[in-house]
């Protein structure tokens, strides 16, 4: 007998493995592979996800709707316009079945995230990468690699794993420079890190005419709630609408919703989690370049940083000697970045042991 076999494509996608969790061995692990929020989420979010516990036999409003009126009036946005989704991966995922299928191709920078190039093939369509210029997202690249058959481009901005990003006026530029049909997808997942003066999540590409750009936001990196796997998205009306339809009706769990709500008003938090990002951030970075290692200019809550080529001091044996110590960081081979380990701003204690560690291994 022959088993159902799915669709041409789909055993072509390499299965998205996140950052491990734990080591063999190891009492305390220090954790500094899925870009996680160091300090953890917000004390008054943990309260609210528990007051809801008795409430969990209630299916959650399916429509986000205290969500969404608390993230239209903090940033002037259209509530109408915002989806709610489990986690930004959730929202990428159908922007993709919806606007994108067999014959379709789906546009991203080299060193793009990886969600984007399987939500691609898990609706048929093709992924196309365009080169970068110093680990950044190219506008001349991206715009060059457009076809007739480019339905979405994707955009992390700031990028993972890079660290890098784009100013304003060159993702104004990106969306001029595309046709009208095609759909830009502005992945700001970071965007709460950056505190750049050219730097904008672009929203205000959003409510431009044309119907053609979509920015997602995620509760999983600087509100650490990665465990919820809450997200959204500023769409136009017609976008909006696509989403509404496709999403499950009640994708995004009561405990998320209480929890996101929490997180997402107490300023004095998130004001405390950027504080130690925008300090230990560049600590580790000019500590990591102090030791003759090569660090990308990063504004999110994480470095890239390239590890000699030579056996026995490449990443791959930096990695080891990193796990000897009790410490996991995320190896790059998968990006095409085999030179390359990605580690998380974490508490003073672990990027403080990062360093030790690395200095003995360069030794």
Known sequence: MTAPAPRPGIMDIKPYIGGES????????????SNEG??????????????????????????AGQLRQAIAARYHLDAGRIVCGAGSDELLGILCRAYAGPGDEVLHSRHGFLMYAIAAKACGATPVTAPEVDLTASVDNLL?????????????N??????TYLP????ERLRAGLPPHVLLVIDAAYAEF???????????????AGANTVVTRTFSKIYALGGLRLGWAYCPEPVAGVLNRVRNPFNVGSPALAAGLAAFED????DLCRAHNEYWLPWLTERLAGLGLQVTPSVCNFVLVRLPPEAG????????????????VRAMAGYGLGDWLRITIGQGDENAAVVAALTEFLS
């Open 168 to 171: 304003a006026a060159e993702v």
């Open 313 to 328: 001091r490449n990443a791959a044996a930096a990695d080891a000697f990193l796990r000897s110590r009790g410490i996991i």
């Open 158 to 163: 700031p990028n993972n794993p890079t660290g």
């Open 144 to 156: 060059a690699a457009v076809t007739p058959r480019t339905k979405i481009v994707f955009l992390a």
């Open 22 to 33: 734990a080591l063999e061995g190891v009492e305390r692990v220090m954790k500094l592979s």
């Open 194 to 208: 950056v505190t750049r003066n050219d730097y904008t999540p672009g929203m205000e590409l959003v409510d431009q």
């Open 267 to 270: 300023v004095a938090y998130l």
């Open 38 to 63: 160091a300090l953890g989420p917000s004390p008054k979010a943990m309260a609210a996800y528990g007051a809801v516990a008795a409430d969990l036999h209630r299916y959650p409003d399916g429509g």
